[in-house]
């Protein structure tokens, strides 16, 4: 087990961060994921210089207390990932979307930029107060699920 994210440091090192969304087991043929089953086969995880943790295999409440810490005027990228042994059902990052619209600026766009055909690489925008958060969606697609998979995580907002 990965430990949970970690709470509000004060001094992490500005850097791009990277969050793996990763298959940890085969999807059997012909089920389909029910959001409560999510955790027993997605885990996110992050690993850079401040650390790393991730969501709880198994607890689908996880998803929604994974918080990512982001840095001004850096990169945040979404790699969707599968285990050894898979098969073809490495999870595809579709979109990241604010869950709760207030009009107000973004801590990450909304458009990312598509790499290596499943991931997404944002660049995360300046002008917010340290530790602000911002509560979003992010759209996944497995092969063989008939429909995306939504995981609601959090960004916390770090200056340089």
Do not use: C
């Not at 086969?41 to 709880?56: D, F, H, M, P, R």
């Not at 458009?111 to 917010?128: Q, T």
């Not at 497995?142 to 609601?152: A, R, V, Y």
Request: aromatic share 8%; net charge negative; glycine share 10%.
């Amino acid at each position: 087990d990965t430990p949970p994210a970690p709470g509000f440091i004060q001094q992490l090192a500005p850097e791009n961060v990277s969050i793996e969304v990763t298959l940890i087991k085969e999807i059997p043929e012909g089920t389909q994921l029910r959001r409560q089953d999510l955790a027993n086969y997605l885990q996110l995880t992050v690993k850079n210089s401040n650390g790393e943790y991730g969501s709880i295999i198994g607890d689908s409440n996880s998803f929604r207390q994974f918080t990512v810490d982001v840095f001004e005027e850096r990169t945040v990228t979404w790699k969707g990932k599968s285990l050894a042994g898979n098969g073809n059902q490495r999870p595809k990052i579709d979109s990241i979307f604010m869950k709760e619209r207030n009009g107000g600026k973004r801590i990450i766009p909304e458009k990312g930029d598509r790499v290596n055909g499943n991931d997404l690489i944002f660049n995360v925008n300046r002008g917010f107060n340290k530790g602000d958060i911002e509560n979003y969606i992010i759209r996944i697609t497995i092969m063989g699920q008939d429909n995306p998979i939504d995981i609601d995580p959090i960004i916390r907002y770090h200056p340089d």
